[in-house]
């Protein structure tokens, strides 16, 4: 089928090809979409070369599905265009997320939601995603009441330039700042902008999310998120309160049967989830996985992912893959 995927230069649209071709969606003409400035570079994919076009251009082209990856402005511009032209869109940014009209998608949490109406689809934040992987198969066993979420989130969530800023700072070289603040031998607790609530627009996503993509309003979330000078992906520290007692054994087996979740569970042979070992990989990976003991019913456990695969990429090709299944596309 013919894909296009608007973002193609950006680090989330080049993951995008990387993914498309790795997972062999059956991609016949692709359609690499950026800005007018980038028109006429060349993106090689499969060994092919094809010429980015603009958003305009790609329209007239009629792709069956576009992945947009180009930023919150160029999705509300052109995503209803695209819609209106019959193209499935797949899009990345927060644009779309929190609109009642459109579905917010993570295959194995509510893939089923999916329908041929559902024209325009977010992709939902990248902690988000991995942690209602995580949390789904807990909820539907012990219903979560509760969930106290730290993350450390590495600087490719960012972009470019934030990769840019860490390397130069660890070279000595003065370069352009995507931070405030030096982000090398730091923390910034500031992701996003911030809301007259005191939290961020990156902690109100991961509350407000959570309860769409989980269908249940009923779960109370609080957030606190965190850049950290690392690039393999994000890293979450979770607290989760359930009505229901549970078994350690149990929610281990819960967690090893879920589509999409490694556990790596061994503190004794220090086995825990990592960024680097999670970078360049599709999975969730859980483990720390412990009772909190100042609380009944309260589960301590660590989940990483890499935030440009599962957390981006991955999750928007895999929404293509199922609405291809489901003969939607």
């Given at each position: 089928?013919?894909?296009?995927?608007?973002?193609?230069?950006?680090?989330?649209?080049?993951?995008?090809?990387?993914?498309?071709?790795?997972?062999?969606?059956?991609?016949?003409?692709?359609?690499?979409?950026?800005?007018?400035?980038?028109?006429?570079?060349?993106?090689?994919?499969?060994?092919?070369?094809?010429a980015v076009v603009t958003a305009t251009e790609a329209i007239a082209l009629k792709p069956d599905v576009a992945l947009f990856s180009a930023?919150?402005?160029?999705?509300?511009?052109?995503?209803?265009?695209?819609?209106?032209?019959?193209?499935?869109?797949?899009?990345?940014?927060?644009?779309?997320?929190?609109?009642?009209?459109?579905?917010?998608?993570?295959?194995?949490?509510?893939?089923?939601?999916?329908?041929?109406?559902?024209?325009?689809?977010?992709?939902?934040?990248?902690?988000?995603?991995?942690?209602?992987?995580?949390?789904?198969?807990?909820?539907?066993?012990?219903?979560?009441?509760?969930?106290?979420?730290?993350?450390?989130?590495?600087?490719?969530?960012?972009?470019?330039?934030?990769?840019?800023?860490?390397?130069?700072?660890?070279?000595?070289?003065?370069?352009?700042?995507?931070?405030?603040?030096?982000?090398?031998?730091?923390?910034?607790?500031?992701?996003?902008?911030?809301?007259?609530?005191?939290?961020?627009?990156?902690?109100?996503?991961?509350?407000?999310?959570?309860?769409?993509?989980?269908?249940?309003?009923?779960?109370?979330?609080?957030?606190?998120?965190?850049?950290?000078?690392?690039?393999?992906?994000?890293?979450?520290?979770?607290?989760?309160?359930?009505?229901?007692?549970?078994?350690?054994?149990?929610?281990?087996?819960?967690?090893?049967?879920?589509?999409?979740?490694?556990?790596?569970?061994?503190?004794?042979?220090?086995?825990?989830?990592?960024?680097?070992?999670?970078?360049?990989?599709?999975?969730?990976?859980?483990?720390?996985?412990?009772?909190?003991?100042?609380?009944?019913?309260?589960?301590?456990?660590?989940?990483?992912?890499?935030?440009?695969?599962?957390?981006?990429?991955?999750?928007?090709?895999?929404?293509?893959?199922?609405?291809?299944?489901?003969?939607?596309?």
């Amino acid at each position: 089928m013919k894909v296009a995927v608007v973002g193609a230069t950006g680090l989330v649209g080049s993951e995008m090809l990387t993914v498309l071709a790795e997972r062999n969606f059956p991609v016949t003409t692709l359609i690499p979409v950026a800005s007018e400035k980038s028109k006429g570079k060349e993106i090689e994919f499969k060994g092919k070369k094809y010429a980015v076009v603009t958003a305009t251009e790609a329209i007239a082209l009629k792709p069956d599905v576009a992945l947009f990856s180009a930023g919150g402005s160029t999705s509300t511009e052109f995503a209803p265009l695209f819609a209106e032209a019959g193209i499935t869109v797949i899009d990345n940014s927060s644009a779309w997320r929190m609109d009642p009209t459109k579905k917010l998608v993570v295959p194995e949490v509510n893939g089923d939601v999916l329908t041929a109406e559902d024209k325009i689809i977010a992709n939902p934040n990248c902690s988000t995603i991995q942690m209602v992987v995580a949390l789904k198969p807990l909820h539907d066993k012990y219903k979560i009441k509760r969930v106290v979420v730290s993350t450390y989130q590495s600087v490719t969530g960012t972009g470019v330039k934030a990769v840019q800023q860490l390397n130069d700072e660890r070279a000595g070289i003065e370069g352009e700042k995507a931070y405030p603040y030096q982000i090398d031998l730091n923390v910034i607790p500031h992701i996003d902008v911030f809301q007259d609530n005191g939290y961020t627009k990156e902690e109100m996503k991961m509350i407000k999310e959570t309860n769409k993509i989980m269908q249940d309003d009923s779960i109370k979330v609080t957030a606190t998120t965190v850049r950290i000078p690392v690039m393999g992906g994000h890293s979450e520290s979770l607290n989760i309160e359930f009505e229901n007692e549970f078994d350690l054994k149990d929610i281990r087996s819960v967690l090893e049967a879920q589509s999409g979740v490694i556990v790596v569970d061994d503190p004794a042979n220090l086995a825990y989830p990592m960024p680097k070992d999670a970078h360049g990989r599709d999975e969730v990976f859980v483990g720390r996985i412990r009772r909190d003991e100042s609380q009944d019913k309260t589960l301590n456990m660590w989940v990483v992912a890499d935030n440009l695969r599962k957390g981006a990429a991955t999750n928007a090709v895999q929404i293509a893959e199922l609405l291809n299944k489901k003969g939607l596309i």
